[in-house]
């Protein structure tokens, strides 16, 4: 069993920058890869960017490139998104995510954190 707790969330200013953390823990949180999803009022939820535990790619969604960057600290089980430049339409709920990389992209994961809300204003 693993457990994603996320913090970070909050309402900022667009061009502005928030980092959201991600805590993870349980026997076999190294073996999964972590990423980061958003849900948007009234969409469907959509992939944001994903991270191996060892040595691998990361992966953007098109919409997040260049703007926001994930990152891990093995040896704080942590997993962070640092998103600069937020827009208006980042606004949604974050959930982190443990799963296997090539499955994460789909949709598909093992595990959910809670949720943490990230409003931009404009």
């Known amino acids: 069993q693993v457990q994603l707790v996320e913090s970070g969330g909050g309402l900022v200013q667009a061009g502005g920058s928030l980092r959201l953390n991600c805590l993870a823990s349980?026997?076999?949180?190294?073996?999964?890869?972590m990423g980061w999803f958003r849900q948007a009022p009234g969409k469907e939820r959509e992939f944001v960017a994903s991270?191996?535990?060892?040595?691998?790619?990361?992966y953007y969604a098109d919409s997040v490139k260049g703007r926001f960057t994930i990152s891990r600290d093995n040896a704080k089980h942590t997993v962070y998104l640092q998103m600069n430049s937020p827009k208006p339409e980042d606004t949604a709920v974050y959930y982190c995510?443990?799963?296997?990389?090539?499955?994460?992209?789909?949709?598909?994961?093992?595990?959910w954190g809670q949720g943490t809300q990230v409003t931009v204003s404009s």
């Open positions: 991270v191996p535990w060892s040595a691998g790619n990361t």
């Open positions: 349980g026997r076999t949180v190294s073996s999964f890869a």
């Open positions: 995510a443990a799963g296997v990389t090539t499955l994460m992209q789909r949709g598909i994961v093992a595990y």
